[in-house]
T-cell receptor, first 110, second 115 residues
């Protein structure tokens, strides 16, 4: 069935380090892909999205490219900040149902 | 500015109590969802609704029911709360999918503790 698999955490990085959080998916057809972020004590917020193959979503210095050939949507940021500490969720919309990954906790230390 | 609100941020209840969690959205969205979030398990869908008075079971509906009498409001009901229902509950809403992206908007969550 359709699903999303994302990198297990937690991830701890020093400020200004490079971030990659891996996400792969299984789905038929042409799903849309999302990254959501959850800051401590809050609900989820949409970080970025991509609706078709080779689209690149970007926001707040984060990027992810929809790769149909590798069924991936990895999240990257060139230089993380302490304020990026949060839980990141990869998500998939097949048009019929939404699927979330299990979340990856990121802590950035000064 | 889009908004999904939940009636409580924190709630403490006793085993066996009936619990109501309320969610209201001001975006005129047809779809509304209830999830629970637990460490290591991510988000799990409890129920969703695609129209007033309509409801569909999600992945873990046991022990829960829902009510949608008005388009903007979606209530989650725990008929007899149990300790294994201690969790973070998240409400979300969206417009119906057209085969393209269908962003969900989330409320801030209700952290429920059942003693």
């Amino acid at each position: 069935g359709d699903s999303v698999t994302q990198m297990e955490g937690p991830v701890t990085l020093s400020e200004e380090a490079f971030l990659t959080i891996n996400c792969t998916y299984t789905a038929t057809g042409y799903p849309s892909l999302f990254w959501y972020v959850q800051y401590p004590g809050e609900g989820l917020q949409l970080l970025l999205k991509a609706t078709k193959a080779d689209d690149k979503g970007s926001n707040k210095g984060f990027e992810a490219t929809y790769r149909k050939e590798t069924t991936s949507f990895h999240l990257e940021k060139g230089s993380v900040q302490v304020s990026d500490s949060a839980v990141y969720f990869c998500a998939l919309d097949t048009g019929n149902q939404f699927y979330f990954g299990t979340g990856t906790s990121l802590t950035v230390i000064p | 500015d889009v908004k999904v609100t939940q009636s409580s941020r924190y709630l403490v209840k006793r085993t066996g109590e009936k619990v109501f969690l309320e969610c209201v959205q001001d975006m005129d969205h047809e779809n509304m969802f209830w999830y629970r979030q637990d460490p290591g398990l991510g988000l799990r869908l409890i129920y969703f609704s695609y129209d007033v008075k309509m409801k569909e079971k999600g992945d873990i509906p046991e022990g829960y029911s829902v009510s949608r009498e008005k388009k903007e409001r979606f209530s989650l009901i725990l008929e007899s709360a149990s300790t294994n229902q201690t969790s973070m509950y998240l409400c979300a809403s969206s417009v119906p999918g057209q085969g393209t992206y269908n962003e969900q908007f989330f409320g801030p969550g209700t952290r429920l503790t059942v003693l």
